[in-house]
């Protein structure tokens, strides 16, 4: 069953596009008709899409990975915090920072600089600074509790990135794209499909188009989730009752480390030589006594002639 229908999208106004001069001829494949002037984006392919998007990015969240969302324009800035937040997923809705994907570590530096003024305020060392410095470090926390607050527990970078509105996040799929990381995006008409790789074609100005959208895919994470903390409660209980029932452990091969295998393989080598030189010795001295045997009867078959 689809995450949406032709006549949700209709009402919330995702099939208009932007006018016909501004258009993309790469976006054509999704483009119904032109009325007044205005591109009219085929709904029946925009509902294939985002099931598409979903099922892929449902996959991901099943594997514990996260997905980052990208919504700087004012028209989907609260939508996009409102709904993210709810499923526990990284996203961005102030302004994008250059190498936020590319140089992740000097991002990640920047919001432990903001868990350590939290720190600093809790055990109370931000009482010992003066009162212009407190005033200063407030505002730096601020400043980077705006931009880098929701993405404070990203600890490594995502394994996908869901855009609204291509064109003001160019800089976003840009390193997405250096980076090997899917992308996931709300396409209109004016916009370059090319380097997305799960389009979804609708109208990403209407704040109802992006919002019914963003419940799809957001329902379609949760769903990911869901299913591993399911599977995960399911493999504990198996864990717990196969210990209940004594239930023998695989037993692994002993780990050698390497210096000690070689001790134990040079010991081996030399006693193999040792048990050569002997059986070589035994072979040689059975040799002598069978030619002094030889020699003792020639000589008393001598005597007896």
């Not at 090319?194 to 949760?222: E, F, G, K, Q, R």
Request: charge should be neutral; proline fraction near 3%; hydrophobic fraction near 45%.
């Amino acid at each position: 069953m689809s995450r949406t229908d032709f006549n949700t999208l209709l009402e919330a106004g995702a099939h208009f596009g932007h006018l016909k001069r501004k258009w993309n001829p790469k976006m054509a494949p999704y483009i119904f008709m032109e009325k007044n002037g205005i591109h009219i984006i085929d709904l029946h392919k925009t509902v294939i899409k985002i099931d598409e998007a979903a099922a892929a990015i449902k996959q991901i969240a099943k594997s514990g990975r996260r997905v980052l969302f990208v919504a700087t324009k004012k028209q989907a800035k609260d939508i996009v915090a409102e709904k993210v937040a709810a499923i526990g997923m990284p996203y961005v809705t102030e302004r994008w920072a250059g190498g936020m994907l590319t140089n992740f570590p000097t991002i990640r530096k920047a919001v432990k600089k903001m868990a350590t003024i939290d720190k600093m305020t809790a055990d109370g060392t931000f009482n010992n600074f003066s009162k212009r410095e407190k005033l200063q470090i407030e505002r730096q926390r601020a400043k980077l509790e705006k931009n880098l607050g929701s993405i404070a527990d990203l600890t490594r970078l995502p394994a996908a990135l869901f855009v609204v509105d291509v064109m003001k996040e160019s800089n976003a799929v840009k390193e997405a794209k250096r980076l090997n990381i899917p992308v996931f995006a709300i396409v209109d008409t004016c916009c370059d499909p090319t380097d997305i790789d799960y389009v979804i074609p609708a109208n990403d100005d209407a704040s109802n188009s992006i919002a019914v959208i963003l419940t799809a895919i957001c329902a379609a994470v949760a769903e990911g989730t869901e299913e591993r903390r399911l599977e995960k409660e399911k493999e504990a209980q198996e864990g717990i009752v196969s210990e209940e029932e004594g239930a023998p452990k695989k037993e692994g091969k002993p780990r050698i480390k390497k210096a000690v295998k070689a001790t134990i393989d040079a010991e081996e080598a030399a006693v193999a030589e040792v048990v050569t030189a002997t059986e070589q010795a035994a072979t040689a001295a059975a040799e002598v006594v069978e030619a002094a045997a030889e020699k003792v009867e020639a000589a008393a078959e001598a005597q007896a002639e």
